[in-house]
Structures are given as structure tokens and as C-alpha cells.
């Protein structure tokens, strides 16, 4: 596998199931992303993660709980969820730091959520 | 904090005419600039990103762009389109010496006429 792989690609779920959503990043990269997509609406950034620490936590309803295990891995736990979080969920990775080659983030090709 | 605009939700060409999308950012100081494309269902791909040097930078798909400091603009260009080229172009903007954190514009959804 090369960059960043997202799983599933697809998920369906009602509003009582509990699932999670999978990213993992082959770039070696030290932050991780999670965006929201939804139609006609820019992009949200969610939360970030830094050398595994949460950095940023932007107002994300708690239903939404993220977790990020060491620097290539990161997932995102859904409980409860409502039909408005139906969206694209996309995961990106970065190498931080100053200078060219750096902060360019990289994106999987995103969880398709449709909440039922 | 830095910004970013694109002024265009929507453009529509025809394909082999030439492509201008437009981007201006709000920023201090030099920022780092970024275009990405998504094609639909897709996540976001890098197409080219300005940090120093060179004003016009070389993206890849033919696209280019060029960063104009006296109008805070990063405008991407393609001298003839290709009907695969219809996608979502988002530019982004990132803190050089603040947040590594890029903000992204709202995106422009290029539409190609055969």
C-alpha cells in the first residue's frame, strides 16, 4: 500500500450503531487529518493530530470520537449518529515543519457515511 | 490567521479552450500556496504548490500557476482543457514560520462542454 488508505470506502449506518471509521498513512508523515465533506459546503477540518497528540479539536459533536494509536494510524469512532453527519469523511497526512516539501497534505479517497 | 478566496463556484468551458481559476489569499507574510483537484467520490490530489522562488510553478496535468504577491493571487491555468479535467479545484493557503495547518478555499467545480 502506498500513501493514505481509508476503510471503508462505503458505510451505511443507522442512528444507534456504533462504527469506525480507518486511516492509515505509508508516507511516514508526523500529523494526520480529519475533514468533513458534506455537499455544497466547504471543507471541515475536524481534528488533528500531531507525533500522536491532539492538536486541534474544531467544536466536533462528541459522537465523534477520534483516536490515533501512533503516527501512521488514525480512526474515527461514530456513536449515535444523525442523518445531517451523512458526508464524505476524508483523511490527510502531513509532514510538518519550514521549508519546501513540507505541510502538503496528502488525502485518502474518503469514507462515503450515509446515516439512515 | 490566513484566508482564502475563490470567487467561482462554478466555470464552464469547452473542452481544448484555455482555463483560468481563480485564488486570492490573505496572509502577512510569504505564505506556502497549494492547488488540489477532486475528481467526484475521490479524495483530494495535489496538483502543484508554490513555497519560494519561481513565481510561475509547474503543476502535474499541464496545469500551472502562478503567484502574484502585489494581488495576494495564486490563479491556476491550463492552455486547453481536456474533458477529464472536470473536477473540483481546491486552492489552499499555509502559514510559512505559523501553523502548519492549511486553509482551503470553498472550491471551484469546473464543468468541460464536449
Known amino acids: 500500500e502506498t500513501g493514505v488508505t481509508q476503510t471503508p470506502r462505503h458505510l451505511v449506518m443507522g442512528m444507534t450503531n456504533k462504527k469506525s471509521l480507518k486511516c492509515e498513512q505509508h508516507?511516514?508523515?508526523?500529523?494526520m487529518y480529519w475533514y468533513k465533506q458534506s455537499a455544497k459546503k466547504p471543507l471541515e477540518l475536524m481534528f488533528v493530530?500531531?507525533?500522536?497528540?491532539?492538536?486541534e479539536n474544531n467544536s466536533v459533536p462528541s459522537r465523534f470520537s477520534p483516536e490515533c494509536p501512533n503516527s501512521s494510524h488514525l480512526f474515527l469512532h461514530l456513536h449515535t449518529l444523525q442523518p445531517e453527519d451523512s458526508a464524505l469523511y476524508l483523511c490527510?497526512?502531513?509532514?510538518?515543519?519550514?521549508?519546501?516539501?513540507?505541510?502538503?497534505?496528502?488525502f485518502g479517497p474518503g469514507t462515503r457515511l450515509t446515516v439512515l | 490567521a490566513q484566508s482564502v478566496t475563490q470567487p467561482d463556484i462554478h466555470i464552464t468551458v469547452s473542452e481544448g479552450a484555455s482555463l483560468e481559476l481563480r485564488c486570492n489569499y490573505s496572509y502577512g507574510a510569504t505564505p506556502y500556496l497549494f492547488w488540489y483537484v477532486q475528481s467526484p467520490g475521490q479524495g483530494l490530489q495535489l496538483l502543484l504548490k508554490?513555497?519560494?522562488?519561481?513565481?510561475l510553478v509547474q503543476g502535474i496535468k499541464g496545469f500551472e500557476a502562478e503567484f502574484k504577491r502585489s494581488q495576494s493571487s495564486f490563479n491556476l491555468r491550463k492552455p486547453s482543457v481536456h474533458w477529464s479535467d472536470a473536477a473540483e479545484y481546491f486552492c489552499a493557503v499555509g502559514a510559512q514560520g505559523g501553523s502548519y495547518i492549511p486553509t482551503f478555499g470553498r472550491g471551484t467545480s469546473l464543468i468541460v462542454h464536449p
Open positions: 508516507l511516514g508523515h508526523n500529523a
Open positions: 508554490y513555497f519560494s522562488g519561481d513565481t
Open positions: 490527510a497526512s502531513s509532514q510538518t515543519g519550514q521549508g519546501r516539501g513540507y505541510n502538503e497534505q496528502f
Open positions: 493530530y500531531n507525533f500522536k497528540e491532539q492538536t
